[in-house]
């Protein structure tokens, strides 16, 4: 039962141009989302998170969208880095319960010359 | 100030051994986790520990145990290895409840033949 889903698994994007990654939930129980990225041979690194009580929030060239309608968020980049390729993962959890996550599978994302 | 530490960085176990993966932070977090990730998937919740002396089970539990004797330490035991316990762990913490990052430590890939 995947309640964090990350239906792309890769995703390819010219350097300048924007990337958006989308994620999808099925708990409505869910009020923090968050986004992690990810290099080879290390572990996952905060990027940017949204309370439920708010539709966007925005850190420089990242933004991300919650459609709580939809049970759907997106992280935007823009413009995209070669140093922005890596494996980007949507998680969210329930406040109250000890910060536990369930992360979504994950999406590759290439950024080309 | 090394945050998140963990070892070994890679182990070959044959099935039916045990051994230990140890994970260590000194930024003084009162919540740590250990995840496995296997290849395609998100990260899963093994164990977690909200304090030192208290430790509870994740989504993953089964041939896991884990001791929280010290803030810093959360080792991770393996009892009996299998095959499917073949993964990368990552090994977590965060400061509260409330505070949205988890800091990573590197990972432990282990393969069990």
């Known amino acids: 039962d995947q309640q964090v889903k990350q239906n792309s698994p890769s995703l390819s994007v010219q350097e300048g141009r924007i990337s958006i990654l989308n994620c999808d939930y099925t708990?409505?129980?869910?009020?923090?989302f968050l986004w992690y990225k990810k290099y080879p041979a290390e572990g996952p690194t905060f990027l940017i998170s949204?309370?439920?009580?708010?539709d966007k929030n925005e850190d420089g060239r990242f933004t991300v969208f919650l459609n709580k309608s939809a049970k759907h968020l997106s992280l935007h980049i823009v413009p995209s880095q070669p140093g922005d390729s890596a494996v980007y993962f949507c998680a969210a959890r329930v406040t109250g319960t000890a910060s536990k996550l369930t992360f979504g599978t994950g999406t590759r994302l290439q950024v080309t010359l | 100030n090394a945050g998140v530490t963990q070892t070994p960085k890679f182990r070959i176990l044959k099935i039916g051994q045990s051994m230990t993966l140890q994970c260590t932070q000194d930024?003084?977090?009162?919540?740590m986790y250990w995840y496995r990730q296997d290849p395609g998937m998100g990260l899963k919740l093994i164990y977690y520990s909200v304090g030192a002396g208290i430790t509870d089970k994740g989504e993953v539990p089964n041939g896991y145990n884990v001791s929280r004797s010290t803030t810093e330490d959360f080792p991770l035991r393996l009892e009996l290895a299998a095959p499917s316990q073949t993964s990368v762990y990552f090994c977590?913490?965060?400061?509260?409840?409330?505070?949205?990052?988890?800091?990573f430590g590197p990972g432990t890939r282990l393969l069990v033949l």
């Open positions: 949204i309370s439920s009580i708010k």
């Open positions: 708990n409505s129980m869910f009020d923090y």
């Open positions: 930024m003084n977090h009162n919540y």
């Open positions: 977590a913490s965060s400061y509260t409840l409330e505070q949205e990052t988890q800091y």
